[in-house]
C-alpha cells in the first residue's frame, strides 16, 4: 500500500505540475486576445466571452482539472487513518534522565571554524565526546581538532560528506552517549542550541532544526530567498507525502536543508544501515544527506520535531558551491526528484 501510495503522490504531483502550466498559458492566451481584440469583438455576433464559453479547449482543461481534484480527494480519504495508532503515533513520554551526548562533525578545510565548533560543544554540560571525521583537509583542520580534544577520523582521500555524515553516524553508536548530535562544521550553527533540542527529545526520535526563522538568523547569511523558499517548499512537499487527513501530516517542517539535529542512539540503530548500499557497500546519497536522512526517519516511522535554531554567517566558503543560485536550483531538483521517488 506504501508504493501504491507514493506512486499516486508522484502522479498526482507531476500531474498538477503539468495542469498549472496548462491553465497558466489558457489564461495568458486569452488575456493576450482580450487586449489586442478585445473591443472589436464585443462587436461581432459572438462575443470574447461566448468564444470562451463555447472553447473546446477550455472543456478539455476542465475536465482534468476535475479529474485531478477528484483524485487529491480520494489520496486524502485514503490517508484518513494514516499513522493514526494510540500506541506509536500519539503523545508519548520516555523521558532521557541525564542524557549524555556525543556530537559527530563532518568537515572538509574548516580550520576558521572548528575550533569555536569543538571547544564549544565539549563545553556543553550533556556532550561527551566530539567526532570529527574529516574529508582529506589541506589545511589545519584535523591539527586543531586533535588539539582541542575531539575524536578525529581521517580520510586519504575525498569521499564526500554524506560519507563522512554516515562514518561518523556509525562511530558514535561505539560510544557511551545516549544521544546524538550531528551539526557542520562551517560555524553556522552555536552549541548552546542543542539545549533547545534536548527537552523534546523525551517525546519523539529526533529533533531537527530549522533556520526559517527570520529573528534567529543574522544577516546577510548564506541562505538566499531562493533557499529559503526552496527548502520551505520541498519540507511542505515531504508534509504532504506522510499526510494524514485527521492531523495534516504526521510531522511539520519547514527547512530540508538543516543538517543541525539530535537522535536517540537506538533510533539511529534503526535507520543506519539504509544509508549503505546492501551491494556495493557505498554511501547511498551525497550532498542531500540531510533530506535523506529525514525521509528515511520518517518512512522507518520515527517521531520528528522540528525546533528553531540560530543561524549564523557561514566561516570561510561553500565547499559545493550551493550560495550559487543556478547550482541552489540544481540541488533542489536533485531533492525534489528524490522526495517524488523515495
Known amino acids: 500500500e506504501q508504493i501504491i501510495m507514493g506512486l499516486l503522490y508522484t502522479i498526482l504531483f507531476i500531474s498538477l505540475v503539468i495542469l498549472f502550466t496548462v491553465n497558466l498559458i489558457w489564461i495568458f492566451v486569452n488575456l493576450g486576445f482580450w487586449i489586442t481584440h478585445g473591443i472589436q469583438s464585443l462587436l461581432d455576433s459572438k462575443n470574447f466571452l461566448e468564444n470562451i464559453y463555447y472553447s473546446t479547449y477550455l472543456k478539455w482543461i476542465l475536465l482534468f482539472d476535475f479529474l485531478w ?5 480520494s489520496f486524502a480519504i ?25 556530537v559527530v ?23 561527551n565526546d566530539v567526532i570529527v571525521v574529516d574529508n ?8 586543531i581538532a586533535k588539539k582541542l580534544g575531539a575524536k578525529v577520523i581521517t580520510k586519504n582521500k575525498n569521499m564526500g560528506f554524506a ?36 527537552p523534546y527529545i523525551d517525546n519523539c526520535d529526533m529533533v531537527l532544526g530549522t533556520r526559517a526563522l527570520q529573528i534567529l538568523s543574522e544577516q546577510n547569511t548564506q541562505l538566499s530567498m531562493t533557499h529559503i523558499w526552496g527548502n520551505y517548499i520541498l519540507a511542505k512537499l515531504i508534509q504532504i ?9 504526521s510531522v511539520s ?8 539535529r539530535i537522535i536517540r542512539k537506538d533510533s539511529l540503530k534503526k535507520i543506519i544501515e539504509t544509508f549503505t548500499d546492501s551491494t556495493t557497500q557505498k554511501i547511498k546519497p551525497n550532498f542531500e544527506f540531510t533530506l535523506f536522512m529525514t525521509i528515511e526517519s520518517l518512512t522507518h516511522n520515527l517521531r520528528i520535531i522540528e525546533v528553531p535554531v540560530s543561524f549564523k554567517k557561514r566561516v570561510g566558503i ?13 540541488i533542489g531538483f536533485i531533492f525534489l526528484w528524490y522526495i517524488l521517488r523515495s
Open 241 to 249: 507525502k506522510f499526510f494524514s487527513l485527521l492531523h495534516m501530516g
Open 78 to 102: 485514503k490517508r484518513k487513518n494514516f499513522r493514526t495508532d494510540s500506541t506509536l503515533d500519539y503523545l508519548y513520554v520516555d523521558k532521557v534522565d541525564n542524557p549524555t551526548m556525543s
Open 136 to 143: 582529506n583537509s589541506t589545511d589545519n583542520t584535523v591539527e
Open 69 to 73: 481534484l477528484i483524485s487529491l480527494f
Open 318 to 330: 561553500s565547499k559545493i558551491g550551493s550560495e550559487k543560485k543556478l547550482k541552489a536550483i540544481k
Open 105 to 127: 562533525i563532518p568537515t572538509y578545510n574548516e580550520e576558521s571554524a572548528i575550533s569555536t565548533l569543538v571547544s564549544g560543544f565539549l563545553n556543553q554540560k550533556n556532550v
Open 253 to 260: 517542517l519547514t527547512d530540508v536543508g538543516c543538517l543541525y
Open 163 to 198: 560519507h563522512s555524515c554516515v562514518i561518523g553516524l556509525k562511530e558514535s553508536l561505539s560510544l557511551d552517549g545516549d544521544i546524538v548530535v550531528l551539526v557542520e562544521g562551517d560555524g553556522s550553527y552555536i552549541p548552546e542550541d542543542i539545549n533547545k533540542m534536548i
